[in-house]
């Protein structure tokens, strides 16, 4: 079966290829996805003790942060190997840890590539953030009696039903991963269902609630704001919510005058059709990079086009909006938000955080609106009501306090594997 699987994955590749090239996403760590590596790269990741961690993206980068900080406090002799797979992602591990892990590209599902990968990395272990299922290396992993840990599972609406398609295929792969963390019951009850076995799954919660950011407080000044101003802040917008957003702060900004909005795209490679669409609306784009030499105006919208900057921004937010939740399905991390306490509203779709969703629902400690008329009338109503709002941020981070410890148990669960091969 593996045959088969691997030639539709070389026709799907020969179908993608000019898709990166047109989008610009292809990168020259392609190669390196292949298994071919530099002389630099095979020279660092030479160590005895290698742990290997995938995280696919942004997402499960942040997610994976503090229980790398665990990890490299319990085992200090170890070397932590970070594989991932977008080059958003794969910048964020550069720029936030790479004083603390070796950073590589993940390999492509082929079977001499991911063959190349364990022969380089001679992993004790091989950890994967969330769900990234991947056949020919978990069975050249098993190959090498090398445990598969599974941690911060999910599994989302949209890939569940896919997975049942190919349960038979799937089956056999899942019974090579030694453990399987999942985030919540319904993730639990899904992943059996795909045919994983029952005693090796677990529900140990979501590690996210652990991911907090660092105990450092910003001035609005630190990034060319004034101290006046209120920050309405935008955050992981994907396509139409610009839209939807900036004509709420064209129809609100007279009644507000100190508020600024600041839109944080999802993917920065957007910051040029964002700041088309601002242009179009009648504002001036001010690129985030660029604030503190740029004079701005009224109606002046700034444009986040840099990685990592966005939980800073959070901390210093009046109103935060959380994205691909208006207009596209799946939703982002309110946590960040959250942890500074800030009030956070959501559109309607945000199954990919379903399980957060839930908990900050249960307290009244986030808003979701269903539509942008909605939305205009809640931001509107929470601008003006400042009481409501830190009400609302508190409960947010209280939310947080109670579901914390995850990242605790996970760091137990790989500890168990680890003393057997260290």
């Known amino acids: 079966m593996l045959i088969l699987y691997e030639f539709f994955l070389i026709i799907y590749l020969i179908c993608y290829l000019p898709i990166l090239f047109i989008k610009g996403k292809w990168h020259s760590g392609f190669l390196e996805r292949f ?8 020279e660092r990741i030479n160590h005895p003790k290698n742990i290997w961690i995938h995280a696919v993206s ?3 980068v942040i997610a994976i942060a503090e229980l790398i900080r665990r990890l490299k406090a319990k ?4 070397q932590i190997v970070l594989s991932t797979s977008t080059k958003t992602g ?45 056949p020919n290396l978990f069975a050249g992993l ?30 056999r792969y899942l019974g090579y991963v030694s453990v399987l963390c999942m985030q919540s019951e319904l993730d639990v009850k899904r992943i059996l269902a795909m045919g994983a076995p029952q005693d090796k799954v677990k529900n140990i919660g979501n ?3 652990d991911d907090l950011p660092e105990d450092k407080t910003y001035l609005l000044e630190d990034f060319g704001f004034e101290h006046n101003d209120s920050l309405w802040i935008a955050g992981s917008t994907h396509p139409g919510e610009e839209d939807i957003v900036l004509r709420v702060f064209e129809n609100i900004r007279k009644k507000f005058p100190s508020l600024r909005l600041v839109i944080a795209p999802r993917h920065v490679e957007r910051v040029l059709d964002v700041q088309r669409i601002v242009e179009e609306r009648g504002m001036v784009p001010v690129r985030f990079s660029q604030m503190k030499s740029e004079r701005r105006i009224p109606n002046s919208v700034v444009i986040v086009d840099t990685i990592g900057h966005l939980r800073a921004l959070y901390s210093l937010a009046t109103l935060v909006f959380v994205g691909k939740s208006l207009t596209v399905q799946g939703g982002h991390n309110i946590i960040e938000p959250a942890y500074f306490s800030k009030p956070v509203i959501v559109g309607p779709h945000m199954q990919n955080f379903r399980d957060v969703m839930i908990a900050f629902k249960n307290d009244k400690a986030v808003v979701e609106v269903k539509d942008s008329q909605e939305f205009e009338s809640t931001v509107d109503r929470l601008l003006s009501h400042p009481a409501e709002m830190a009400e609302l941020g508190k409960k947010a981070r209280q939310v947080i306090a109670r579901q914390q410890g995850a990242a605790a148990r996970s760091v137990e669960i790989i500890s168990r594997f680890l003393g057997k091969v260290l």
């Open 58 to 60: 942004v997402g499960e």
């Open 75 to 78: 085992y200090p002799d170890c």
């Open 207 to 209: 590690v996210k609630f």
């Open 90 to 134: 794969h910048q964020l591990a550069l720029e936030k840890l790479s004083d603390k892990v070796v950073i590589l590209w993940s390999p492509l599902d082929f079977q001499w590539a991911v063959s190349a990968f364990i022969r380089l990395i001679k992993p004790k272990v091989y950890i994967v953030a969330e769900t990234e299922l991947w």
């Open 142 to 171: 098993h190959a090498q009696s090398v445990p598969i840990l599974l941690i911060n599972g999910r599994i989302s609406d949209n890939s569940y039903g896919r997975y049942l398609a190919i349960r038979w295929f799937m089956k």
């Open 35 to 42: 298994g071919f590596f530099s002389e630099a790269i095979k």
